[in-house]
């Protein structure tokens, strides 16, 4: 996992021939001058019919280097058009109430308004993020995510094109009590036990599915402050990401910067903070390599490969760079070696996005781009 440094090189340039500078000191010095800002710290990108600000935020990478100055998506505008050149519909993508994520509207030329993304949390502490994302070929994700005070949440993914369903998903976990949850996975229940040194998950007849040892798993590769967050973290995963823990995974260590994280699968280990997305992602990357063949076992699959590269093509063709530069992450194919950890990183997100949206601050528009461009590759692993 990592920040899109090139996107934010991209951005430099296109703001150096804008104010044709050609000295890299001087581009660089753009996001310090207020002159040049449209605020202090934050900056315009302009494309076709197209706008961004962006923010300078310093970030940690981690525990040996100086905080570094990268930048995060405040707002973007696009117009969409016909061939003609009219005006389709404006989209905007603003700030919501939750730190990293967006909301994101179509406002029409009658002034009807669509919601593609829209979050909200009520006074009683209840998130209710509700999606509704066209594809380039239009293909329909809807999506609803509602998170309690208390931790309990629920997920529902729908995906279809031109009225036929693509792929379903359904999730409810919710705390009975400290020490109890209810897990339904597609309509599959599971009983999930936490005590201080295992999570013991029961299936519907109330045996014992699975158990995951926490002391091998966490305790003895963690400070005990820092074993108690990630066991915290652990409880806001459902019965599926728990198997998949309980079989593939055999260390978590902390760290408390949200870019340092990572997996390696040949190990089974994953170096993460407490931050349940980062890990999701991570853990992504681990139910993505399989033992038995030492390959990849979703990002490697021939019909994988084609349903990612037939969208890649219409994102390559239909967005502007500005947006591109959101997800190179997910996209960065201009050698095989690029095309391969692209695949498997997007394999890595969406595994994560199936579980939640992307609380990870910075990083949620990259998430919010692949949700909306990507849903046939998504649907491939929802069905997996």
């Given at each position: 996992m990592g920040i899109n440094i090139s996107a934010i090189k991209s951005g430099l340039k296109t703001l150096a021939k804008e104010y044709k500078l050609i000295d890299s000191k001087q581009i660089a010095s753009l996001f310090?001058?207020?002159?040049?800002?449209?605020?202090?710290?934050?900056?315009?990108?302009?494309?076709?019919?197209?706008?961004?600000?962006?923010?300078?935020?310093?970030?940690?990478?981690?525990?040996?280097?100086?905080?570094?100055?990268?930048?995060?998506?405040?707002?973007?505008?696009?117009?969409?058009?016909?061939?003609?050149?009219?005006?389709?519909?404006?989209?905007?993508?603003?700030?919501?109430?939750?730190?990293?994520?967006?909301?994101?509207?179509?406002?029409?030329?009658?002034?009807?308004?669509?919601?593609?993304i829209e979050i909200k949390k009520g006074k009683t502490g209840i998130l209710s993020i509700n999606k509704e994302m066209d594809s380039l070929d239009g293909t329909i994700t809807k999506s609803r995510y509602k998170k309690l005070p208390n931790g309990s949440w629920a997920m529902r993914v729908d995906i279809t094109k031109g009225g036929k369903d693509l792929a379903q998903r359904r999730i409810k976990h919710r705390f009975i009590s400290e020490n109890e949850a209810e897990s339904i996975i597609n309509g599959e229940k599971y009983r999930v036990l936490y005590s201080p040194d295992r999570i013991k998950v029961l299936n519907s007849k109330g045996e014992e599915d699975f158990v995951i040892d926490l002391k091998a798993l966490i305790d003895d590769n963690n400070t005990p402050e820092n074993a108690l967050k990630l066991k915290a973290m652990l409880k806001e995963c459902s019965a599926d990401e728990l198997k998949i823990i309980s079989q593939k995974l055999k260390k978590l260590n902390y760290t408390e910067f949200t870019l340092s994280g990572n997996a390696n699968t040949f190990q089974g280990t994953i170096r993460s903070c407490d931050n349940v997305f980062i890990f999701r992602h991570e853990l992504g990357h681990i139910d993505d390599f399989s033992a038995e063949t030492g390959k990849a076992a979703y990002s490697a699959a021939e019909y994988f490969k084609k349903v990612y590269n037939e969208e890649l093509a219409a994102v390559a063709k239909e967005l502007e760079s500005l947006q591109k530069e959101h997800i190179t992450y997910f996209i960065n194919n201009t050698n095989q070696g690029f095309a391969n950890m692209s695949m498997r990183e997007t394999v890595a997100e969406l595994f994560a996005v199936n579980h939640s949206s992307n609380f990870a601050g910075d990083l949620a528009i990259r998430t919010e781009y692949l949700e909306r461009y990507f849903p046939k590759t998504r649907s491939f692993l929802l069905n997996a």
């Open positions: 310090d001058d207020a002159a040049t800002s449209v605020n202090k710290n934050r900056v315009m990108l302009a494309g076709n019919d197209y706008n961004l600000i962006k923010e300078i935020v310093p970030i940690r990478i981690n525990e040996f280097d100086a905080p570094k100055k990268l930048s995060k998506v405040v707002t973007e505008t696009r117009q969409i058009k016909d061939k003609t050149g009219k005006v389709i519909r404006t989209e905007y993508l603003t700030p919501s109430a939750i730190d990293g994520l967006h909301n994101w509207h179509a406002v029409y030329p009658d002034g009807a308004i669509k919601p593609l």
